[in-house]
């Protein structure tokens, strides 16, 4: 069983749906991130969280420590949306200096 | 502008010989990374670097090799001996071991 499980593995939604990746891990951590992969590879980091939530524009991260789960929410989707989602953690048997990944959610906004 | 750059985007090699990817970074970052993509897996990380002249094996190191003489970069080479060198790779940096990543654009190496 990997440490980060991410559902769905993929998505399909239409332009404009309120979307809900997920992601649960089993070590304890240190930070939790979500990256976006877009098709041509390049990856960019959306958000680090350890605690809460946090907002950027349509894009919402949570954490529930105790729960060891994180939710990523998209409102309004569009199609630049499509992506693959990656959740990783930063665990703390690693002294935080390394992070462990989870297989991603591909995401498809048709229009 | 800053950023991570990795070149080339595209390497094609023959089985048996050695082949070097490189990673340059001018955020001033202390830490630098390597991983491996595979289709419909994670990312694996390879090789990282917390400080200039250090460097620890990931989880899959076997067949990899790589120097950090410069803050700035971090090169890896792919030897004969990785069974399987055909993937993405990418390189990351962070201003230190806790904080967010910064990935390059990544490399696909093709091996036949």
């Known amino acids: 069983k990997n440490e980060v499980e991410q559902s769905p593995q993929n998505l399909t939604a239409q332009e404009g749906e309120f979307i809900t990746i997920n992601c649960s891990y089993s070590v304890g951590i240190s930070a939790l991130h979500w990256l976006q992969q877009h098709p041509g590879g390049g990856i960019v980091s959306l958000f680090m969280l350890s605690s809460g939530k946090k907002k950027h524009g349509r894009l919402i991260a949570t954490i529930n420590i105790q729960e060891k789960h994180s939710s990523l929410h998209i409102t309004a989707s569009h199609p630049r949306d499509s992506a693959v989602y990656i959740c990783a953690v930063n665990p703390w048997e690693t002294s935080g200096s390394r992070l462990t990944f989870g297989e991603g959610t591909q995401l498809t906004v048709n229009p | 502008d800053g950023g991570i750059t990795q070149s080339p985007k595209y390497l094609f090699r023959k089985e048996g010989q050695n082949v070097t990817l490189s990673c340059e970074q001018n955020l001033n970052h202390d830490a630098m990374y390597w991983y491996r993509q595979d289709p419909g897996q994670g990312l694996r990380l390879i090789y990282y670097?917390?400080?200039?002249?250090?460097?620890q094996k990931g989880d899959i190191a076997e067949g990899y090799s790589v120097s950090r003489e410069k803050k700035e970069s971090f090169p890896l080479t792919v030897t004969s001996a990785q069974k399987n060198p055909t993937a993405f790779y990418l390189c990351a940096s962070s201003r230190d071991r806790e904080n967010e990543q910064y990935f390059g654009p990544g490399t696909r190496l093709t091996v036949t």
């Open positions: 670097s917390q400080i200039v002249n250090d460097f």
